[in-house]
């Protein structure tokens, strides 16, 4: 008998951008697995590795677009708009069958044009691993905003 598993490991995000807690963008795509992400994946299968992809972060240049040798954002930034050295922990993680949803609410406390985001596996920018990254046109965010994304890594 033969077998044919063929398992493939998918991205998919979807952000909202609320001002005055009023809906005012919303961008669904799919996304990219990062090789860096895909060899840790496999290091946990082996027990090399022990821990999750429980973080977050946004940067203001997308540049590389769809380029899975990247291994951090290109200039993560903060909630104030700055250069920062750490990403944000997520609010929630869920698993389903065959799928896990992160999810992340960034309250802004300063403005910045994103266009790029990031899943990430701890919390120091130095060090970290990025499993999946998105890039897409500038995203003007003021303080006050919230931006939720909603992250699916789907294993099919």
């Known amino acids: 008998m ?3 598993d063929n ?3 998918r991205g998919h995000v979807n952000i909202k ?3 005055g807690g009023k809906l005012i963008d919303e961008r669904d795509d799919p996304n990219l697995i990062q ?3 895909k ?3 496999a290091k946990f299968i082996s027990g090399e590795f022990t821990g999750n992809f429980g973080w977050m972060g946004i940067g203001k240049t997308g540049v590389g677009g769809d380029n899975g040798a990247l291994t951090a954002l290109v200039a993560e930034v903060g909630l104030d708009g700055l ?3 750490v990403h944000q922990v997520v609010n929630s993680a869920v698993v389903t069958t065959y799928t896990a949803l992160i999810i992340e609410t960034f309250t802004m406390t300063g403005t910045a ?3 790029e985001i990031g899943l990430f596996n701890q919390l120091n920018l130095a060090g970290s691993t990025m499993l999946a990254r998105q890039t897409f046109s500038d995203l003007n965010l003021v303080a006050t905003d919230v931006l939720q994304i909603s992250w699916s890594i ?3």
């Open 2 to 4: 033969k077998t044919n």
């Open 83 to 85: 250069t920062t050295t």
């Open 39 to 41: 060899t840790t994946l």
């Open 35 to 37: 090789n860096i992400g």
């Open 17 to 19: 951008q609320f001002r």
């Open 113 to 115: 044009a994103i266009s």
């Open 7 to 9: 398992i493939k490991l």
């Open 154 to 156: 789907v294993v099919s």
